[in-house]
Antibody, heavy 123, light 107 residues
């Protein structure tokens, strides 16, 4: 059974750092495109970052230079290192899988999502 | 970046109604268009991928159509559990982008 379980969220002061984890089971993280998607309170879905199966990484302009996506193949886990956090980064963060991908396009959509982890940036 | 525009932003309907939600992309995305349903406090759930393919376990009252820049999600006969927020999303290019959402409420 495919499962994604996020952890690492919490309350952090502006300017602080946090690392989110997404532990996967039932499939191999490194064989798929894996993304982070966030949702601010009462708002819509915003894509944050992706790591391709080949290892290329991409970021939304709003987090570029502050967030880093990575994976540990031995642990089958996806990470999001978040530095220089701002109040506007407050959101529920989801990890999500895409498959059947080629050249940046994916046929499957985000077919599995984690339960989400809440990040609150506030003093 | 590809902009995704959904309409309407909100919709009131009754059980048994046929509902249509539209999504327009700012440039052609071929058939790389997906639809999600989200209920309060829950992760989004994939309903339709690649414009018209029904995700496993999703009821057949949900269907999708379109190509290029214009896409449609249809719920043929609304059920009580369908009242939720719906998002379209393109998986043609990075950055991935979502529509702003359509909140479907009970009339």
């Amino acid at each position: 059974e495919v499962q994604l379980v996020e952890s690492g969220g919490g309350l952090i002061q502006p300017g602080g750092s946090l690392r989110l984890s997404c532990a996967a089971s039932g499939f191999t993280v490194s064989s798929n495109y894996m993304s982070w998607v966030r949702q601010a309170p009462g708002k819509g879905l915003e894509w944050v970052s992706v790591i391709y199966s080949g290892g290329s990484t991409y970021y939304a302009d709003s987090v570029k230079g502050r967030f880093t996506i990575s994976r540990d193949n031995s642990k089958n886990t996806l990470y999001l290192q978040m530095n220089s956090l701002r109040a506007e980064d407050t959101a529920v963060y989801y990890c999500a899988r895409e498959r059947s991908c080629s050249g940046g396009s994916c046929y499957s959509g985000f077919d599995y999502w984690g339960q989400g982890t809440l990040v609150t940036v506030s003093s | 970046d590809i902009q995704m525009t959904q309409s309407p932003s909100s919709l009131s309907a009754s059980v048994g109604d046929r509902v249509t939600i539209t999504c327009r992309a700012s440039q052609s995305i071929s058939s790389y268009l997906n639809w999600y349903q989200q209920k309060p406090g829950k992760a989004p759930k994939l309903l339709i991928y690649a414009t018209s393919s029904l995700q496993s376990g999703v009821p057949s009252r949900f269907s999708g159509s379109g190509s290029g820049t214009d896409f449609t999600l249809i719920i043929s006969s609304l059920q009580p559990e369908d009242f939720a927020t719906y998002y379209c999303q393109q998986s043609y290019s990075t950055p991935r982008t979502f529509g702003q959402g359509t909140k479907l409420e009970i009339k």
